[in-house]
């Protein structure tokens, strides 16, 4: 069983900042991109940062400047740093993940996109 699960939300105020994290665990043979996405209240899920295996990045237009995704490949993790916060960066944020892992039963190796639960992110004052 692969899985990934975020840490690092909570309430921070407006021009406060935050860390999350994303751990990836299970029977991995490599992750290809890794990536944040958050859902606002009656809003779509949307791309945040994505970081690619050799550290190229993607961010929404809207956090360019303020918030900064890393990755660490030896321990299957992945940060977003989120500086500046504004009230519209409240958000359940999802870790995603492009995993190959072991299938033991098939001896083979498969490719599945893993999300994570979801960390709330509330910015207010």
């Known amino acids: 069983q692969v899985q990934v699960v975020e840490s690092g939300g909570g309430l921070v105020q407006p021009g406060g900042s935050l860390r999350l994290s994303c751990a990836a665990s299970g029977n991995i043979f490599g992750i290809d991109d890794m990536g944040w996405y958050r859902q606002a209240p009656g809003k779509q899920r949307e791309l945040v940062a994505a970081i690619s295996t050799s550290g190229r990045t993607n961010y929404a237009d809207s956090v360019k400047g303020r918030f900064t995704i890393s990755r660490d490949n030896a321990k299957n993790t992945v940060h977003l740093q989120m500086n500046s916060l504004k009230f519209e960066d409240t958000a359940v944020y999802y870790c995603?993940?492009?995993?190959?892992?072991?299938?033991?039963?098939?001896?083979?190796?498969?490719?599945?996109?893993?999300w994570g639960q979801g960390t709330l992110v509330t910015v207010s004052s």
């Open positions: 995603n993940a492009e995993v190959y892992y072991n299938d033991y039963v098939s001896r083979k190796t498969r490719y599945l996109e893993v």
